[in-house]
């Protein structure tokens, strides 16, 4: 599994992944929607316990 990963950060298509990741991460409306879901998801397995 390691070597696939490994193939495909090193591939033209990973790198054009983390480009577009990296542009995602920057624009302030994805960050607010990420940091929403990831208060949910915390909140969401703190009740299941």
Do not use: C, E, F, Y
Request: glycine content about 10%; hydrophobic content about 30%.
């Amino acid at each position: 599994m390691s070597q696939r990963i490994k193939g495909l950060v090193n591939s033209r298509r990973g790198r054009d992944l983390m480009r577009i990741g990296r542009r995602q991460a920057a624009n302030p409306g994805t960050r607010q929607k990420l940091q929403q879901l990831m208060a949910r998801m915390t909140g969401w397995s703190s009740r299941r316990r």
